[in-house]
């Protein structure tokens, strides 16, 4: 009963006598843990959220372990990622995008530097063994993943060095050997991993013997055999194709002489084998590509699939990229090419839906060069692999965890034909072995993580003033060599602060916001985390639904939803 006083003041602790959740709107206030987008865009499956977060507390090793938890190749990735967290990034609604990349390859080195152990358990003497074959990162993805999972896996690798393109295709100024060499042997030398080496498949070893004799097959062959290439049959007698260039360059440090080359693609390897033909003295380097340059307008489903900082670095050096265009003919003097005439591209509806690119006539033009080099990619080496092939040669992965036809195989990385990334390889292995441990011990396969994305209008940008992003160190293009790191390391305080710009995207900050402007105290603080990991409760009995804390939570993650409560009897 309430009591009046003369004053008409109630008595204190009456107003808990007034439950005043039945007046509510038609919704009321509920926490939604929505991913960040970052998270979302990564392919190796990063939650880059949650280390930050870990960083933001000062606790440097914690953050490395939950990178780990998705992509032990944090070192690596840092460095030659093409970071689409980045692109997502809704810090761009306020200034410019977390730096994750610079963050993320600084807490690789920090990990190699301390000799942090990753966080895994020896497997079982008799726990089941996965057979990998290729030593590439989706191939070393997998086999760690098979040790976090409890499983062992055993590595069929046919080259003398694991490592698959980080080692042979990617120059030492993206990826320094010695960085490259400490976190593969860190992985490697996890208990329940074998090597083997110099073992190639279609060789050495046969498809049907390793499904025999292994729990499942994990295939990371990587794409190693060239396209053809030619323009109305027309091919020079000393074609070089791009990849098998810059392997030969890796390995002995020499380009066939020439003057003015064009390059015809548009990927990593186009712009690394620019580069490094530019530096080793080549007068003029082009690059011929159909896709398109960043800028305002860019359809990002045209944009140049390279990494972002690389494409500045080469724009810096003096490498001509030419946009939507293509080479038309080929002009010979003899066998030997001596310019090549390209013709620009427009992308136009076809009769099918899709857009297509089509030659715009009359933009033809001719460019002098001594040799023309094809980078268009690579397809899948059949030895061994004839029945697990598609109509365009690549392993036929049928579903997000990399199954193929055959009962227990699954294709990784490049050699499905729809990736080109290391970090997609990385997730690749992830996924697949996900999948394995789930299959071996009789279960179904593990949920998919389908919660809804954050975007930057579902934050309060009111609460988030501007920071500056940190820039890291690099070489002017006078200093750069074929050896040295071109990008450099930007530090622990960098780092730490660089943690401070996250936004938290979706998940609580601990604010207090919603407590302190409640109007009705109908939100409860806790000292333990609640089962949706926040320090705050709703006691939706005095909840009148104003939205208020929804309006004031920086991060999204208080939201208004459609009231489906009822009160206790």
């Known amino acids: 009963m309430v009591v009046i006083n003369r004053g008409a003041h109630a008595e204190p602790g009456t107003s808990l006598e007034f439950r005043t959740g039945s007046w509510r709107s038609n919704e009321c206030p509920t926490h939604i843990h929505a991913k960040a ?68 390859r600084w807490l690789g080195d920090e990990a190699v530097k301390r000799g942090w152990a990753y966080p895994v358990e020896p497997p079982a003497a008799d726990a089941p063994v996965v057979a990998i074959v290729g030593a590439g990162p989706g191939g070393l993805s997998a086999a760690y993943h098979c040790v976090r999972h409890g499983l062992r896996a055993e590595i069929f690798e046919a080259l003398p060095e694991a ?29 329940g991993i074998t ?51 810059l392997r030969e360059f890796m390995d002995h440090g020499e380009f066939p002489q020439a003057r003015r080359v064009a390059v015809h693609g548009g990927g990593n390897t186009a712009i690394d084998l620019c580069r490094l033909m530019k530096r080793y003295g080549v007068d003029q380097v082009t690059l011929i590509t159909a896709s398109a340059l960043p800028g305002p307008d860019t359809d990002p489903s045209d944009l140049i699939n390279v990494v972002p900082r690389e494409l500045e670095e080469a724009l810096e050096e003096g490498i001509e990229i030419v946009e939507h265009a293509t080479v038309k003919r080929l002009i010979m003097k003899g066998s030997r090419v001596t310019g090549v005439e390209i013709v620009s591209l427009r992308k136009l509806d076809g009769t099918d839906g899709r857009k297509h690119r089509v030659q715009f006539e009359g933009t033809e033009r001719v460019v002098p060069v001594d040799m023309v080099i094809p980078c268009i990619g690579e397809r899948v080496d059949s030895d061994g692999l004839h029945s697990l092939l598609n109509r365009w040669n690549y392993l036929d992965a049928r579903d997000r965890w990399s199954r193929t036809p055959q009962e227990g195989v699954y294709a990784l990385g490049d050699a499905r034909g729809d990736r080109g990334t290391v970090a997609e390889a990385i997730g690749d292995g992830r996924l697949a072995v996900e999948a394995i441990a789930a299959r071996v011990r009789g279960l179904p396969d593990p949920e998919w993580d389908d919660r809804p994305e954050m975007p930057a209008s579902g934050l309060n940008q009111v609460y ?62 806790t000292a333990e985390l609640a089962e949706d990991g926040s320090h705050y409760l709703f006691d939706l009995e005095y909840c009148k639904g104003c939205g208020i804390c929804a309006a004031e939570c920086p991060t999204g993650f208080i939201q208004m939803a459609d009231d489906t409560w009822v009160a206790a009897s």
């Open 195 to 245: 090597l083997n080496l110099r073992c190639k498949l279609g060789r050495d070893v046969m498809l049907d013997e390793l499904r025999n004799r292994f729990d499942a097959v994990v295939l990371s062959p990587g794409c190693q055999a060239s396209k053809e290439w030619h323009v109305d049959g027309a091919v020079p007698t000393d074609l070089h194709e791009g990849l098998h260039l």
């Open 37 to 104: 987008p970052c998270h979302a865009a990564c392919p190796a499956g990063e939650d880059q959220q949650a280390w930050f977060a870990w960083l933001q507390e000062g606790h440097v090793e914690e953050a490395w372990r939950e990178l780990v938890r998705a992509n032990p190749l944090p070192s690596v990735t840092g460095r030659v990622c093409p970071h689409p967290c980045e692109t997502a990034c809704n810090r761009a609604a306020v200034d410019r995008p977390l730096a994750i990349h610079n963050v993320e």
């Open 464 to 525: 988030f003033g501007p920071i500056e992003r940190t820039l890291p160190p690099k070489l002017p293009v006078p200093e750069r060599t074929f050896e040295a790191e071109i990008e450099g390391d930007i530090g622990r305080l960098e780092a730490l602060r660089e943690a401070t710009r996250c936004l938290s995207c979706g998940n609580c900050l601990a604010c207090d916001n919603c407590w302190i402007m409640c109007p009705d105290n109908a939100v409860i603080k």
């Open 163 to 191: 490592g698959g393109l980080l080692r042979s295709a990617i120059p030492p100024t993206r990826l320094p050997r010695p960085a490259l060499d400490a976190e593969l042997e860190r992985l490697l030398a996890l208990p």
